[in-house]
C-alpha cells in the first residue's frame, strides 16, 4: 500500500514541476502587463524598468529552485521522501494555479512575492534540506 502511495507521488511532482516551471517561463516572457498594473497612472520609465526588474529577478529565482528542485528530485535525493514529495505537489500545483491567474487576471507585482515565498522558497528550502540530510549520513 504504501509502495503504490509512493509510487503515484513520483510522477506528480515531476508534473507539477513541470508546470510550475512552464507557466513562470511564459510569466517571464509576459510580464510587461502585470508590471504596468503595479505602477500609477502616472509613472516614469525608470519606474517601469525597476518593477520589471524586480519581476525578472524573482521569476529568475523561482525557475532556479524548480530547476534545484528538480536535480534533487531525479537525483535521487528527495526521490522517495513522502513528506517533501507532498509539499512539493502542493506547493507547485497551486504556484500553477495561482500564476496562471496572475497572468490572465493581470495581477499586481507584490502579490508575485507571496506565490513565490510559499510556492518556490518553502519547497526549496526542504529540498536544500534533504541534501543536508544525506550528506550528514555519509
Not at 44 to 73: H, P, Q, R, W
Not at 97 to 120: E, G, K, M, P, T
Amino acid at each position: 500500500m504504501v509502495t503504490s502511495f509512493i509510487n503515484r507521488l513520483v510522477p506528480t511532482r515531476f508534473l507539477t514541476l513541470i508546470a510550475h516551471f512552464t507557466i513562470a517561463v511564459i510569466a517571464l516572457w509576459a510580464k510587461d502587463e502585470n508590471v504596468k498594473a503595479s505602477l500609477p497612472a502616472e509613472h516614469t520609465a525608470g519606474d517601469f524598468n525597476n518593477k520589471s526588474y524586480e519581476m525578472t529577478v524573482g521569476l529568475s529565482l523561482a525557475i532556479a529552485f524548480i530547476g534545484l528542485e528538480l536535480i534533487g528530485f531525479l537525483s535521487g535525493v528527495s526521490f522517495f521522501m513522502p513528506f517533501i514529495s507532498l509539499i512539493s505537489i502542493a506547493a507547485h500545483s497551486s504556484a500553477s494555479v495561482l500564476l496562471a491567474h496572475f497572468l490572465f487576471d493581470v495581477w499586481n507585482c507584490d502579490v508575485y512575492w507571496w506565490i513565490f515565498s510559499l510556492c518556490s522558497a518553502l519547497p526549496a528550502v526542504l529540498e536544500i534540506g534533504a541534501f543536508m540530510k544525506l550528506l550528514q549520513n555519509l
